[in-house]
């Protein structure tokens, strides 16, 4: 008998929902053209649509960093916008090739922002949701709204290519022309080495997990690592919130946003923690038992992002 996943109990909904999105990756890239199989979406999309013209919407500064480098090292030239509302103004003031939507956003969340754009520009614009939630209630929500794809975060740069060239509309006029002048950049092992062996240093950072992230690319794990040490070197002030039933909304949305980037950067022991967090704040009734927790999350994050002078060497 074959098994394609295991769950250890007691299962955590974070732990069911990052299982299923596994799975659902494997599932798909079994099903894409030999281009995706063989590790060449990034090489064929630079081929195809360098110079193409990308809207990302992010509120995360961590996950917008990632996707931002994992488009522009393909060539694709990308806008990003914070929040849904500042990308219903962008997309109806210039034009984009594809959007990548975020879903869970402050002042216009993703659905709300794709059915704007769709009232105003119609159905040409492919927009393609981006979420943690790897559920089918939440794929029908997307195509419900006018999105025409669906990616699970933390998101595979393999598969996120292969979306892009499923929605990209091919101009073989001048592809080869164009993907001349976007080669992709070089890693030199001076870059490599210094950063890796600080990384591997700090206990509960998985390195892998992060180049992952990154298409594999050090220098763009860098650049992650430097904005999350600017976002994060005070740690998450919402953790040393009171107890209260306001103070539970906003940790859950905290512990959405960090999560996402403790993925992005790699940071598995701070990610578990989270994940554990954000199910008790759905099943703990007594807000004010959750704050010693809370707190603890905040000292944690101080913690990682001084790891190894981690703060220190990389700011600068």
Not at 152 to 167: F, G, H, I
Not at 252 to 280: K, P, T, V
């Amino acid at each position: 008998m074959r098994y394609d996943a295991v769950l250890v109990k007691p299962v955590t909904a974070s732990a069911l929902q990052d299982c299923l999105a596994g799975l659902l990756r494997k599932r798909v890239a079994t099903t894409q053209p030999a281009v995706a199989i063989h590790g060449a979406a990034e090489t064929e999309l630079r081929r195809l649509h360098a110079g193409r013209r990308v809207l990302l919407v992010e509120d995360n500064a961590i996950n917008q960093e990632v996707a931002e480098g994992l488009l522009k090292v393909t060539g694709l030239v990308v806008e990003t916008a914070d929040d849904g509302a500042r990308a219903v103004e962008m997309a109806a003031t210039r034009p984009y090739d594809v959007i990548l939507m975020d879903m869970q956003m402050p002042v216009m969340d993703g659905l709300a922002a794709t059915r704007a754009i769709r009232a105003h520009a119609g159905d040409a614009i492919p927009i393609v949701a981006m979420t943690a939630n790897a559920f089918s209630e939440e794929r029908a929500a997307c195509l419900d709204a006018g999105m025409k794809d669906h990616l699970a975060k933390q998101v595979d740069p393999e598969l996120q290519y292969v979306t892009l060239l499923r929605w990209l509309p091919r101009r073989p006029d001048d592809a080869e022309a164009i993907s001349a002048k976007a080669p992709a950049p070089a890693v030199s092992p001076a870059e490599i080495r210094p950063l890796s062996g600080r990384l591997e240093a700090i206990e509960g950072y998985d390195l892998a997990a992060g180049l992952r992230s990154v298409g594999g690319q050090q220098p763009a794990l860098s650049r992650v690592l430097r904005r999350f040490v600017r976002t994060y070197k005070a740690g998450e002030p919402a953790f040393l919130s009171p107890g209260t039933d306001e103070a539970v909304k906003l940790w859950r949305d905290e512990c959405h946003s960090l999560r996402g980037a403790c993925a992005a950067i790699g940071a598995a022991r701070l990610l578990a923690e989270l994940a554990a967090f954000e199910l008790d704040l759905v099943t703990t009734v007594d807000a004010r038992a959750l704050e010693s927790r809370a707190r603890q999350l905040h000292e944690d994050l101080v913690v990682l992002v001084l790891a190894g002078r981690l703060g220190e060497e990389l700011v600068r």
